[in-house]
């Protein structure tokens, strides 16, 4: 069986985060093994092949911040995808952290 590639990696920890929940690209990075690898995380999401697949709506940056040029239409439209989840995203298009963030762990 091979292995898979870093993007590869990153889809499958993304596809994991549960609906109404987020995480950060710092997260996902440490996650697929790669701790100092935020940025190539944005970019693996912004060349996702499959939007409806693999929900990068619900990564945010480490302050909670929505994608300033979201892939798929910018950020009112990673806002709109979250809220339609039941996570709040506040006038800064920012998501409180404390209150939706994602343990990692797969949902019961």
């Known amino acids: 069986m091979r292995s898979l590639n870093f993007f590869e990696r990153v889809y499958e920890v993304v596809k994991r985060v549960p609906k ?4 950060t690209y710092g997260q996902v990075a ?9 940025r190539q995380v944005g970019y693996a999401l ?9 929900p990068c709506h619900r990564v945010v940056n480490r302050f909670g911040a929505l ?3 979201f892939a798929f239409g910018g950020k009112e439209v990673q806002a709109a995808l979250l809220q339609a989840e ?3 995203v506040d006038e800064n298009f920012s998501v409180d952290l404390q209150r939706y963030i994602w343990s990692g762990e797969l949902p019961e």
């Open 67 to 69: 994608a300033p040029a």
């Open 30 to 38: 440490l996650l697929v093994g790669s701790p100092r690898a935020a």
């Open 86 to 88: 039941g996570v709040e």
């Open 46 to 54: 912004h060349v996702n092949p499959e939007p409806m697949v693999i």
């Open 20 to 23: 109404g929940k987020v995480t």
